[in-house]
Nanobody, 119 residues
Framework: QVQLVESGGGLVQAGGSLRLSCVYS????????MGWYRQAPGKQRELVAI???????NYADSVKGRFTISRDNAKNTMYLQMGSLKPEDTANYYC?????????????WGQGTQVTVSS
């Protein structure tokens, strides 16, 4: 069982920066991958960035070079540092955690935090 709470969303001008946080709690230390997803109205939820327990990261092409995902296990917090924001980054951003439940995985989601980038 994993609880995820996002924060840090808001309104920002194009070209600006914003940092999202995701505080997580779990009764089992089996989270192997965490990530950020986003969903805009009328569009499907898409992967923004992921980070593994080993520290490996991957980013969607649309955010590569502008966003940085990180994780602080001591604080049970994952971050998404967003820079050079564009209007097309406007979406509801969700924190995700994948837990191994052999032979598959289970996904947990936060409630989402809205990011709006003005032109």
């Amino acid at each position: 069982q994993v609880q995820l709470v996002e924060s840090g969303g808001g309104l920002v001008q194009a070209g600006g920066s914003l940092r999202l946080s995701c505080v997580y709690s779990t009764s089992r230390d089996s989270i192997v991958t965490m990530g950020w997803y986003r969903q805009a109205p009328g569009k499907q939820r898409e992967l923004v960035a992921i980070i593994t327990s080993g520290g490996s990261t991957n980013y969607a092409d649309s955010v590569k070079g502008r966003f940085t995902i990180s994780r602080d296990n001591a604080k049970n917090t994952m971050y998404l540092q967003m820079g050079s924001l564009k209007p097309e980054d406007t979406a509801n951003y969700y924190c995700n955690a994948k837990v191994v439940v052999w032979p598959s995985t289970r996904d947990y989601w936060g409630q989402g935090t809205q990011v709006t980038v003005s032109s």
